[in-house]
């Protein structure tokens, strides 16, 4: 079976890129100024899917930066007041069941 040719390509040739400067560097990118002023202190809870008890979840300095920094991702237009971690699970009692 004879091989099929290609047809030659008919794009325009590549411009050569203009050569820069060796000590040439990028602009450094803008700083993105986000303010985060909140009411209270981050704060974290788990909550019990079965019966909805809530207790409070001790939390780090870094625990609290951490929050902070994420808080401070947020879309352009939007402030951040305050900040509440929740994890979800089954407290103790619930997963116990009934005692007999």
């Given at each position: 079976m004879p091989r099929s040719r290609r047809a030659p390509s008919r794009s325009r040739p590549r411009r050569a890129r203009p050569k820069l400067p060796a000590?040439?560097?990028p602009p450094p990118?803008?700083?993105r100024v986000?303010?985060?002023d909140l009411g209270e202190e981050?704060?974290?809870h788990i909550v019990c899917r079965n019966c909805g008890r809530i207790q409070?979840?001790?939390l780090t300095d870094l625990d609290r930066h951490v929050l902070t920094e994420l808080a401070g991702r947020h879309p352009d237009g939007w402030s951040v007041d305050?900040?509440?971690f929740s994890a979800t699970g089954a407290c103790r009692r619930c997963?116990?069941?009934p005692a007999a």
């Open positions: 000590d040439w560097k990118a803008p700083e986000v303010r985060v981050p704060h974290a409070a979840i001790e305050g900040i509440a997963r116990e069941g």
